[in-house]
């Protein structure tokens, strides 16, 4: 081969693009060919020297959290329903004037009204989940710790009043209870950065936790109950409180001691001042 | 009642593909933000492009082939979305001609002399010192069409064809690009400038 290879052999040559039969002429005619030897060469320098100073940008990490929370929001079926909405296109039709900005007016404010609705339950929905998740870790922790409680009591008049001036509010405790379920005590607790009363019962010889928190504007209206890692979780509010019990005990003796504390809040009224 | 929690509202299908799809991007995020940079010079930019990237492929990964070329996939969407962006467009806008691209394609490397291997040319010395400050410079100054390929070629050591599926060109386009892409470091690298940098150096 007398020809000298040209840049796209030479090209190909450094990028491992030729075939077998291609690679053995150049390679014959490179041991002949001193000028293509030192053109390959060069090729060669180039193509690493370009690697080495091409990796020259390292992503932000916080950019990394970001696209990761965007791949699981984008996972959320209200949220992807949304969005699907918004991208849908908007067919502009030919009619002039006033007709086509009412209705484009009427449009936007429908996308409008469905995708804050959808997107409020969707945030409704993550803070609801995120209490969940924070009382049974705390209900964890208690049954880890293995500690007796702040105040040791199953008398609901020494544990009530043992929160006085602790937690900006009151609430009752049921003083019927059934035979296998029993007040152990309590703790002062915090709860989404809030303090809260944490009650400690037991059902037989199930742990339960009852966490009882100031009823704030921003109060969830989720559903009652829930499950999370194996544990149930029953909860109600009224005006003043929001309620919620973690235990491993079964659902429905849980929602009957749960009934019991939200009966005995009844026609107390609870404002603050009142004990 | 009993409500279901948002980490249970997904059906095992779409969670499956959502983790499908993180563990083939997610490896690739680091050389999309390189890339991504590279070609909007600026890195609020190329965080917005790769953002939109992967907001594309997640949207479109139920279209995504299994077992075929996600990183050649990932890539194409992140330059078609370069191209509608803003830099990508003032780019078009800058950047020669193909046909101006293509001139001289088929000159041979007839620069050094015949018989004699010469390793002592500036450009040799600038990449064997490992001059990336100078390197990185030339590449700053190559056409949008021409770094793409040195970019995906050199960088991301990605192979003609899968190139090629990137820009939707044919192959011989790539060759050529390449060709003229590293034709156009080594004349940058032989400027004035880049050979004083050397001296500095």
Same mark, same amino acid.
């Given at each position: 081969m007398t020809d000298h290879l040209t840049p796209s052999l030479l090209n190909a040559l450094a990028d491992g693009e030729l075939s077998a039969d291609q690679l053995a002429v150049a390679n014959e005619h490179l041991a002949s060919c001193p000028a293509c030897t030192s053109a390959a060469l060069y090729q060669s320098m180039l193509k690493s020297a370009t690697e080495r100073a091409g990796h020259r940008f390292?992503?932000?990490?916080? @950019?990394?959290?970001? @696209? &990761?929370?965007?791949?699981?929001q984008e996972s959320a079926?209200?949220?992807?329903?949304?969005l699907h909405a918004s991208t849908q296109p908007v067919r502009l039709l030919g009619f002039a004037g006033w007709a086509t900005a009412f209705v484009c007016l009427l449009l936007s404010g429908s996308a409008f009204l469905f995708e804050r609705d959808s997107h409020r339950t969707t945030i409704a929905?993550?803070?609801?989940? %995120?209490?969940?998740?924070?009382v049974c870790d705390q209900h964890v922790a208690t049954?880890?710790?293995? @500690?007796?409680?702040?105040?040791?009591?199953?008398? +609901?008049? /020494?544990?009530?009043?043992?929160?006085q001036g602790k937690i900006p509010f009151s609430f009752n405790l049921p003083e019927n209870l059934p035979s296998d379920t029993k007040l152990e005590g309590a703790n002062l607790t915090y709860v989404r950065n809030q303090p809260a009363a944490l009650l400690l019962y037991s059902i037989g010889k199930h742990r339960v936790s009852v966490f009882v928190r100031q009823r704030t504007s921003a109060a969830l209206s989720y559903g009652s109950s829930a499950e999370y890692a194996g544990f149930h979780v029953a909860r109600f509010s009224n005006d003043d409180l929001d309620v919620i019990a973690v235990s491993d005990v079964d659902p429905t003796r849980l929602s009957n001691l749960v009934s019991l504390i939200e009966q005995s809040q009844t026609g107390t009224g609870w404002p603050t001042s009142h004990r | 009642m009993t409500m279901r929690l948002p980490w249970k509202r997904s059906a095992p299908e779409p969670a499956a593909q959502i983790s499908a799809f993180e563990q083939l991007a997610m490896p690739l995020f680091p050389s999309l933000y390189n890339v991504a940079v590279w070609l909007c010079c600026n890195p609020a930019d190329a965080e917005d492009l790769v953002q939109?990237?992967?907001?594309?492929?997640?949207? %479109?990964?139920? /279209?995504?082939?299994?077992?075929?070329?996600?990183?050649?996939?990932?890539?194409?969407? @992140? +330059?078609?979305t370069w191209l509608t962006s803003r830099s990508g467009l003032a780019a078009q806008r800058t950047i020669a001609l193909e046909d101006e691209l293509e001139r001289g394609d088929e000159l041979g490397p007839r620069q050094v002399p015949e018989g004699a291997i010469d390793r002592q040319t500036p450009e040799l010395n600038l990449v064997r010192l490992g001059d990336q400050a100078a390197i990185r410079d030339a590449m700053?100054?190559?056409p949008s069409p021409l770094l793409e390929v040195i970019l995906l070629c050199d960088i991301e050591e990605m192979k003609y064809r899968e190139i090629a599926m990137v820009l939707d060109i044919p192959i011989g386009t790539v060759m050529s690009?390449? &060709?003229? %892409?590293?034709?156009?470091l080594r004349e940058f690298l032989l400027a004035p400038e880049a050979l004083s940098s050397e001296v500095r150096a």
């Amino acid at each position: 081969m007398t020809d000298h290879l040209t840049p796209s052999l030479l090209n190909a040559l450094a990028d491992g693009e030729l075939s077998a039969d291609q690679l053995a002429v150049a390679n014959e005619h490179l041991a002949s060919c001193p000028a293509c030897t030192s053109a390959a060469l060069y090729q060669s320098m180039l193509k690493s020297a370009t690697e080495r100073a091409g990796h020259r940008f390292a992503p932000p990490p916080q @950019l990394e959290e970001r @696209l &990761a929370r965007m791949v699981r929001q984008e996972s959320a079926p209200s949220k992807a329903v949304a969005l699907h909405a918004s991208t849908q296109p908007v067919r502009l039709l030919g009619f002039a004037g006033w007709a086509t900005a009412f209705v484009c007016l009427l449009l936007s404010g429908s996308a409008f009204l469905f995708e804050r609705d959808s997107h409020r339950t969707t945030i409704a929905a993550s803070e609801y989940a %995120g209490l969940v998740t924070e009382v049974c870790d705390q209900h964890v922790a208690t049954l880890a710790a293995n @500690l007796p409680p702040q105040v040791v009591s199953s008398d +609901r008049h /020494t544990v009530k009043p043992w929160f006085q001036g602790k937690i900006p509010f009151s609430f009752n405790l049921p003083e019927n209870l059934p035979s296998d379920t029993k007040l152990e005590g309590a703790n002062l607790t915090y709860v989404r950065n809030q303090p809260a009363a944490l009650l400690l019962y037991s059902i037989g010889k199930h742990r339960v936790s009852v966490f009882v928190r100031q009823r704030t504007s921003a109060a969830l209206s989720y559903g009652s109950s829930a499950e999370y890692a194996g544990f149930h979780v029953a909860r109600f509010s009224n005006d003043d409180l929001d309620v919620i019990a973690v235990s491993d005990v079964d659902p429905t003796r849980l929602s009957n001691l749960v009934s019991l504390i939200e009966q005995s809040q009844t026609g107390t009224g609870w404002p603050t001042s009142h004990r | 009642m009993t409500m279901r929690l948002p980490w249970k509202r997904s059906a095992p299908e779409p969670a499956a593909q959502i983790s499908a799809f993180e563990q083939l991007a997610m490896p690739l995020f680091p050389s999309l933000y390189n890339v991504a940079v590279w070609l909007c010079c600026n890195p609020a930019d190329a965080e917005d492009l790769v953002q939109e990237t992967f907001l594309k492929a997640l949207r %479109g990964f139920s /279209t995504f082939e299994p077992g075929s070329n996600f990183r050649a996939w990932i890539f194409r969407i @992140l +330059r078609n979305t370069w191209l509608t962006s803003r830099s990508g467009l003032a780019a078009q806008r800058t950047i020669a001609l193909e046909d101006e691209l293509e001139r001289g394609d088929e000159l041979g490397p007839r620069q050094v002399p015949e018989g004699a291997i010469d390793r002592q040319t500036p450009e040799l010395n600038l990449v064997r010192l490992g001059d990336q400050a100078a390197i990185r410079d030339a590449m700053e100054k190559l056409p949008s069409p021409l770094l793409e390929v040195i970019l995906l070629c050199d960088i991301e050591e990605m192979k003609y064809r899968e190139i090629a599926m990137v820009l939707d060109i044919p192959i011989g386009t790539v060759m050529s690009r390449i &060709a003229r %892409g590293r034709r156009a470091l080594r004349e940058f690298l032989l400027a004035p400038e880049a050979l004083s940098s050397e001296v500095r150096a």
